[in-house]
């Protein structure tokens, strides 16, 4: 077994932003990725303030505080870009480009960088340069109008699905994609993953569904998005939410018989016209029992079912804790390195930089910066401690 993850002696260059691309960093730095980041001498005051332990996504990573509105501090990103695999920004179009770090002079530097960029939009199209958050890309790709109840508006599934799914992860597959490409051919690319088109892509299932028909009501009336009574969540007598998810019918059947009715006698829920009735007859059942009294109840069945938990209540579930599935950094109960290796286990992730930036400059000379160099950055100003 080899420890340090499966990413080890990888090197990434990321330019701290917010939101999905410090978690696609963070990702890769659980997974063993050596990850410096270019952070500002000073907030932006962008994103949601809280003390930089709470962070998180900040985790497993050291910070330099570059002022790259000096040249010398450009030239010194350069100089880590040289012997990085891979760079991460996450800033509007031309960004980059305008502060001399764009991918032609990285690559200049590095013809086999794998380059990453991640917006909203992406790097071209009407949009590109045009402000927006998670809520705004999910709401171009027609995945956010089918999330929600019937006769309702649409609900913002948190910021999960575009900032981080379409967003976060598409940029980590891309990029190992394209390390994986460099590694063979000595040349590297630029990987433009743009949330819209991660969000679109992954609705290919149920843009499948909806061209066969089965997918194709109003939001809140289908299969999937809760319309089915089989498919769903309900409150049970202590206020508290179980989910329920009996798709195929042999499930169903043992759901059925686990809540006390005959299957057999049962409305059948492959009639839509019933659904109703159903769920009503399921709802009103529900109701009768606290939530961990079915819990115990359905335990062992193959029904489909489980608690909604709290985010408190997810780490200590049995199943949660024997996969270790959270574990403790620095003081913070938080959800593990995922996924899981048999060969090349990550290491527990270092918590969070109390005070990013403030070791930059032995950071630098961990990277290679010639010591001189490092002390001419901090008499000019260019290299400072982030707060």
């Known amino acids: 077994m080899a420890e340090g993850g499966p990413l080890r002696g990888i090197r990434i260059v990321e330019m701290v932003g917010i939101g999905p691309a410090p978690f696609a960093a963070m990702i890769l730095a659980d997974l063993g990725a050596e990850i410096i980041r270019i952070d500002r001498p000073a907030p932006s005051g962008n994103g949601i303030p809280r003390a930089p332990r709470f962070d998180l996504v900040a985790r497993g990573r050291r910070a330099v505080a570059l002022d790259l509105k000096r040249p010398e501090a450009v030239a010194c990103v350069l ?33 086999r960088l794998v380059y990453g960029r991640l917006t909203g939009w992406g790097q071209d199209g009407p949009l590109a340069r045009t402000a927006g958050h998670d809520l705004n890309y999910l709401a171009l790709t027609g995945v956010l109008d089918m999330i929600g109840r019937e006769d309702g508006p649409p609900v913002p599934p948190l910021n999960l699905v575009a900032d981080y799914a379409g967003g976060s992860l598409m940029l980590v597959a891309g990029l190992l994609a394209a390390l994986v490409n460099a590694q063979r051919t000595g040349e590297g690319q630029v990987v433009d993953a743009a949330m819209v088109d991660g969000v679109a892509l992954l609705g290919t299932a149920m843009t499948g569904l909806r061209a066969a028909g089965l997918h194709d009501g109003p939001r809140g009336t289908n299969i999937l998005d809760g319309g089915a009574p089989y498919y769903d969540v309900y409150p049970c007598a202590d206020g508290k939410y179980l989910s329920v998810a009996p798709i195929e019918a042999r499930f169903r059947a043992v759901f059925l018989e686990g809540l006390g009715f005959d299957p057999a006698g049962f409305p059948d829920m492959d009639d839509k016209s019933v659904w109703p009735d159903a769920r009503r007859l399921i709802g009103a059942r529900l109701a009768e029992r606290p939530r961990d009294e079915w819990c115990a109840i359905f335990e062992g069945r193959e029904a489909c079912v489980a608690p909604v938990l709290t985010l408190g209540e997810a780490p200590g579930h049995p199943h949660n804790a024997a996969r270790g599935t959270h574990v ?60």
Do not use: Y
Request: aromatic letters at 4%; glycine letters at 12%; a negative charge.
């Open 79 to 111: 100089d880590l870009v040289e012997n990085a695999d891979a760079l991460i920004e996450g800033f509007r179009p031309g960004v980059m480009e305008r502060l001399g770090l764009g991918p032609e002079p990285c690559r200049a530097r590095n013809p």
């Open 328 to 387: 403790s950094v620095g003081g913070i109960v938080q959800p593990a390195p995922a996924p899981r290796f048999e060969r090349t286990p990550p290491p527990l992730p270092e918590p969070p930089e109390d005070h990013p930036g403030a070791d930059g400059a032995a950071l630098l000379k961990e990277w290679g910066v010639e010591a001189a160099r490092v002390e001419s950055l901090i008499e000019t100003g260019a290299l400072g401690a982030q707060r």
